[in-house]
T-cell receptor, first 115, second 112 residues
Framework: GAVVSQHPSRVICKSGTSVKIECRSL??????MFWYRQFPKQSLMLMAT?????????EQGVEKDKFLINHASLTLSTLTVTSAHPEDSSFYIC???????????FGDGTRLSIL | QKEVEQDPGPLSVPEGAIVSLNCTYS??????FMWYRQYSRKGPELLMY????GNKEDGRFTAQVDKSSKYISLFIRDSQPSDSATYLC????????????FGTGTRLTVIP
């Protein structure tokens, strides 16, 4: 199997709060992890690609100072939404893959609601 | 034009029917093709993963890739109510970052 665990599944917090989301590959080592954002009834939008031990690569239009990514080990990547505002409310999903040309396996997502 | 086109549906079928889901694409560099199933408020679950052209079968699911037509399909036999979900096609090139290019997803409902 290829299990990816994402935590927390749901966050509700006040505007201005920073929120950290964890993504773990439970039964394999992930050379690369990805962070996506999904709006209702839309497909996934790639935010950034994270390789273990190196800086994340952000997609155009994604603020790297707003969305901090840390990929400290081959099984853990974190996404921190800094000073979150209501417009940051969304469904955030991570994925992980074993290596190049391997399929991505997704976590169950984090629903973030900023009041 | 989007790189990957997928009819968003919704698609409703009676239980037991054969379901056909399709995607077309424009980038001939795509070599890896995937189908994911996504239940409401959950992350996508990998169903099928194929490389280049051909067919692949796994239980009630069959994936087909026709690179000459830039067309991929997922067939679900003997559909069940538990198959009700959104199905996303995804594909990636052989080289480079291997980022996935997704279709918009087709929402399927299997009616008991």
């Amino acid at each position: 199997g290829a299990v990816v665990s994402q935590h927390p599944s749901r966050v509700i917090c006040k505007s201005g709060t920073s929120v950290k989301i964890e993504c773990r590959s439970l039964d394999f080592q992930a050379t690369t992890m990805f962070w996506y954002r999904q709006f209702p009834k839309q497909s996934l939008m790639l935010m950034a690609t994270s390789n273990e031990g190196s800086k994340a690569t952000y997609e155009q239009g994604v603020e790297k100072d707003k969305f901090l990514i840390n990929h400290a080990s081959l099984t853990l990547s974190t996404l921190t939404v800094t000073s979150a505002h209501p417009e940051d409310s969304s469904f955030y999903i991570c994925s992980a893959r074993r290596g190049v040309n391997q399929p991505q396996h997704f976590g169950d997502g984090t629903r973030l609601s900023i009041l | 034009q989007k790189e990957v086109e997928q009819d968003p549906g919704p698609l409703s079928v009676p239980e037991g029917a054969i379901v056909s889901l399709n995607c077309t694409y424009s980038n001939s560099a795509f070599q890896y093709f995937m189908w994911y199933r996504q239940y409401s408020r959950k992350g996508p679950e990998l169903l099928m993963y194929t490389y280049s052209s051909g067919n692949k079968e796994d239980g009630r699911f069959t994936a087909q890739v026709d690179k000459s037509s830039k067309y991929i399909s997922l067939f679900i036999r003997d559909s069940q109510p538990s198959d009700s979900a959104t199905y996303l096609c995804a594909m990636s090139p052989l080289t480079g970052a291997n980022n996935l290019f997704f279709g918009t997803g087709t929402r399927l409902t299997v009616i008991p």
